[in-house]
C-alpha cells in the first residue's frame, strides 16, 4: 500500500499485468515492437483525503483473489463493500471528489496516442558477480593472474578510514529492483479485453504488475 510519485488533477492511473511482447503495422507500415499489457478494471477501495491523511490519493484494487484473505483483510474490504484483490497500490491525484468507493476504472481513461510512465519490478538476476553487475573489466589473462579473473580486486583500505565505504560496488543481488520507464507511447487499445498495447519494453517478467501513470504533454 505505497504512494506513487506522479500527481494528477484527476485518476489517470491503473494497475495492470504484463502479458508479454509482440509488434504490430502501423497504417503506414512501419514495424513497432509493444508490450501487452492487461490494464484493469480496477476498484476504488479506499480515499485518502488532504485533511485525514495529508495527500490526495485513491487506492486501487486489481484482480479478485481466489484464495480465503485473513479476516483483517477481508474486513477491510467489506468496509469498503467490494471483494478481495490481489493487488493494492495508491494513486495519487488533486481532485477525488468525483470517485466513489466501489467504483471501477478501466482502459477507458487512456486514450491511443497519450504517453504514459510504466513502473514495476525489474527481473532477478539471482547472485551476480562484478563483471556482470557493475561491468568490471576483470583481471588481465597473464602476468600472474591465476584463477581471479572475475574477481573484483581488493577492497582494502589504509589505516584511515580502516573500513569499506558504502556502495562500494561489490558482487549481491542483481535486479528485481523498482524501475520506471518513462514517455512510452500508447500505440493501440482493446476495450472489450482492457488490453494496452504500449510502444516498447517495460520491466519485469511476464504476469508482472505493473503501474501505468498517464503522463501530460
Known amino acids: 500500500m505505497t504512494s506513487e510519485g506522479w ?5 489517470t492511473g491503473l494497475l495492470g499485468k504484463k502479458i508479454g511482447m509482440t509488434q504490430i503495422f502501423s497504417e503506414d507500415g512501419t514495424l513497432i515492437p509493444v508490450t501487452v499489457i492487461e490494464a484493469g478494471p480496477c476498484t476504488v477501495v479506499q480515499k485518502k483525503t488532504r485533511e485525514n491523511d495529508g495527500y490526495n490519493a485513491v487506492q486501487l484494487g486489481f484482480v479478485e483473489t481466489k484464495k480465503k484473505v485473513k ?15 490481489k493487488f493494492l497500490k495508491e494513486i495519487r491525484c488533486d481532485d477525488i471528489e468525483d470517485l466513489e468507493i466501489g467504483q471501477v476504472i478501466d482502459v477507458d481513461i487512456f486514450n491511443p496516442g497519450d504517453i504514459v510512465n510504466i513502473a514495476g519490478r525489474s527481473k532477478g538476476k539471482g547472485f551476480a558477480g562484478v563483471i556482470k553487475r557493475h ?3 576483470g583481471a588481465p589473462a597473464s602476468r600472474g ?42 500505440v493501440r487499445i482493446v476495450k472489450e479485453k482492457n488490453i494496452l498495447l504500449v510502444k516498447g519494453a517495460t520491466p519485469g517478467t511476464k504476469g508482472r504488475l505493473l503501474i501505468i501513470g498517464k503522463k501530460t504533454i
Not at 500527481?7 to 485518476?11: G, H, Q, Y
Not at 479476516?71 to 484483490?85: E, L, M, N, Q, S
Request: charged share 25%; glycine share 14%; hydrophobic share 30%.
Open 135 to 137: 561491468g568490471f573489466s
Open 145 to 186: 593472474s591465476h584463477e581471479c579473473f572475475r574477481h573484483g580486486g581488493s577492497i582494502g583500505m589504509h589505516s584511515y578510514p580502516a573500513r569499506v565505504f558504502k556502495g562500494k560496488k561489490m558482487s549481491g543481488r542483481m535486479g528485481d529492483e523498482r524501475v520506471t520507464v518513462w514517455n512510452l507511447e500508447i
Open 71 to 85: 479476516r483483517p483483510i477481508k474486513g477491510y474490504f467489506d468496509k469498503a463493500g467490494v471483494k478481495p484483490t
Open 7 to 11: 500527481v494528477d488533477s484527476m485518476i
